[in-house]
């Protein structure tokens, strides 16, 4: 039966593999029981770990230190539910039991179980276990706010090991007092190569490089982990002349050298440098696909993206992992690639990826992005989990798309859910009433924001608002109720009224907003050309012309507008009165017909 177990991969395999076990009488055994709720954890469910756990008529300790480490990373209180019981039943623990407890407290940073725990260790006589102690001072190190306990715990130990050290040290290291860590480092009886990687690696991450530098140069020998900590602490600085120098200095270089590379290139936005590593790579692993895919996303090098994204399918060794999907999907949104964001989605159908919720998140966002809002719907309606981010995603997505009724009976929903509400979902529910000119619907949300939710508006809120009453035609109100706000108006907020003037012809407020907009920012173009475009369109060309000369003179220019759309596997983009496309003259020329199309219908209503 545990060579059965030992070959179960699946979830089918280890419930026929139960089934027998249970056939012959086997899941009472001290053997076969604590590896079957370890895989019960792992391949089916903690909850399913659980009940094999409670149905077991006589666990001895090892089987109740099985189901407490299954613990770990998930809950501390179910652990600490666990240990109580084996408490309840006198059976002892071990130096393990306490081990895998603090490491599941540690997950939560549950300070005050610890506390309570370590009681627990000195009472029964564990005080003296090394490897107790060192798990002990671990978790005072990672979860109280100082190293007041942790110190405690080191000063106190009958022995120490090199372990004990090493968690010292690391603490300090990780509280950001360097000194004390070099202090202890010095003072270490011996030191062994992870003692020599905590302090570079401790260092590295704290930025202090020059120190890194001195530590790293006095290593006795060196491995991957000492290269590596080196060549990320400067990729992590854009230092990426230094990282350059000791990764060419590698003895013998590795695929997490090779990627840190790649990633310290494309932060700094050096693509070519960035690809030349890349494809110089004797190994790639997901994770460098994933870095090289990553870099050209960031750098709005989409087709790019894609264009290594199909390498790495062609190539076949690597198989996309979440990471890969949740980076193309951002491309698709980028760039309204419907086509690829379907064929994602069905990729994690056929290779049965669990749709977690960042999955879910960006499915969503891409097939609203990209217009097809029902299939976003289906995404949203599959989740079996989701959070605030999910329907923020989902109403926003509803917002643009035109559906902001049914955006705002989502909001409705899920407070019937229990779900609490953050203060970016209001901005999502407040441009979906913007969008549908839903005025006393937007009143009513914001009223509610404040004085239901307690949320103290942002910028962005007031903008909403600000927006929604604009666009409605209600300039005066608009403009009380910036009077009101507990914020000073910015540029945006006098922008976003002087957009609705020009909506509405009403040229009475320009000046007084024109003076409020050039008091805070005078040398924006975007500005200027809307307060020129503004007074060209009610007849006032003189401060058109004003506002022109002003530009002209000032040196500035407008940042076109571009908008890009991927046609098979290219990414084409467009400026405002583009004129280099290869294919302009067929563009134009249903642009024109579209136009001749849009005159007719208005000419004929």
């Known amino acids: 039966m545990l060579k059965l177990l030992q070959n179960c991969k699946t979830i089918r395999e280890l419930k026929q593999t139960h089934l027998h076990i249970l056939k012959h009488g086997l899941h009472e055994s001290d053997f076969v029981l604590p590896k079957l709720i370890t895989l019960a954890s792992e391949l089916v469910s903690l909850d399913y770990a659980v009940r094999i756990f409670r149905n077991s008529q006589y666990p001895n300790v090892i089987s109740y230190n099985t189901m407490i480490k299954c613990f770990v990373g998930k809950t501390h209180q179910g652990a600490l539910s666990v240990y109580d019981q084996m408490k309840a039943l006198a059976i002892f623990p071990n130096s393990f039991t306490f081990t895998f407890l603090l490491r599941s407290f540690e997950s939560f940073e549950a300070l005050g179980d610890g506390r309570v725990i370590h009681g627990d260790i000195v009472k029964l006589g564990f005080g003296s276990s090394v490897f107790v102690q060192n798990t002990l001072l671990d978790f005072y ?6 190293l007041d306990s942790a110190c405690r715990v080191f000063e106190e130990m009958p022995e120490r090991d090199v372990v004990s050290w090493n968690s010292m040290i690391s603490g300090y290291l990780a509280h950001g007092e360097v000194e004390f860590a070099i202090g202890l480092f010095d003072l270490m009886p011996e030191r062994s190569m992870v003692s020599w990687n905590s302090v570079v690696s401790g260092l590295s991450k704290a930025g202090n490089m020059e120190l890194a530098r001195s530590v790293f140069e006095r290593m006795p020998e060196r491995n991957e982990v000492s290269w590596n900590s080196m060549i990320s602490g400067y990729v992590r600085l854009g230092d990426i002349k230094s990282a350059q120098s000791i990764f060419d200095q590698m003895p013998k270089r590795t695929v997490v050298s090779w990627t840190a590379m790649i990633c310290g290139y494309t932060m700094i936005g050096d693509l070519e440098s960035a690809r030349n590593v890349f494809d110089q790579m004797p190994f790639k692993n997901v994770v460098s ?17 894609l264009y290594v994204f199909h390498q790495m399918l062609k190539d076949g060794k690597c198989r996309p992992d979440q990471t890969t999907l949740l980076s193309v999907l951002s491309v698709c949104s980028h760039v309204g690639s419907l086509e690829h964001g379907k064929w994602i989605d069905s990729y994690t159908k056929r290779n049965n990826f669990d749709l977690s919720i960042p999955l879910g998140n960006a499915l969503i966002d891409m097939f609203a992005k990209c217009g097809d809002i029902e299939n976003a719907k289906a995404v949203f309606d599959k989740m079996a989990k989701t959070c605030v981010i999910t329907w923020t995603t989902m109403i926003l997505g509803l917002a643009v798309n035109g559906q902001c009724k049914e955006a705002l ?14 203060d970016v979902i209001f901005i999502a529910v407040l441009s979906a009433c913007t969008h549908g000119g839903l005025v006393e619907e937007g009143e009513r949300v914001f009223d ?12 962005e809120h007031y903008g909403c608002m600000v927006d929604l009453l604009g666009r409605a035609g209600k300039l005066e109100e608009a403009v009380r109720f910036i009077k009101g706000m507990h914020l000073e108006p910015n540029a ?24 409020k907009i050039m008091e805070l920012e005078p040398s924006n173009p975007n500005y200027l050309t809307l307060i020129s475009n503004l007074s060209a369109s009610i007849g006032q060309w003189r401060d058109a012309l004003i506002s ?48 001749g199309h849009l005159k007719a219908v208005c000419d004929g209503s």
């Open 548 to 595: 022109r000369v002003a530009m002209r003179q000032q040196g500035m220019e407008k940042v076109p507008g571009c908008s890009s759309i991927q046609v098979g596997d290219k990414v084409h983009e467009f400026l405002a009165r583009d004129t280099s496309h290869e294919e302009r003259k067929e563009i134009y020329w249903a642009l024109s017909c579209l136009n």
């Open 289 to 305: 696909w994933n870095a090289m895919i990553a870099g050209y996303v960031q750098n709005h090098e989409f087709d790019l993206a």
């Open 492 to 515: 945006v907020i006098w922008a976003t009224v002087l957009g609705s003037c020009k909506i509405h012809g009403n040229g009475d407020m320009l000046e007084s907003v024109t003076r």
């Open 141 to 146: 190190a990672k979860c109280s706010g100082n």
């Open 409 to 422: 009976a989502l909001f409705d929903r899920m407070h019937v859910e229990g779900i609490k509400p953050d």
């Open 448 to 459: 509610q924001m404040v004085h239901k939710f307690g949320i103290v508006p942002r910028i």
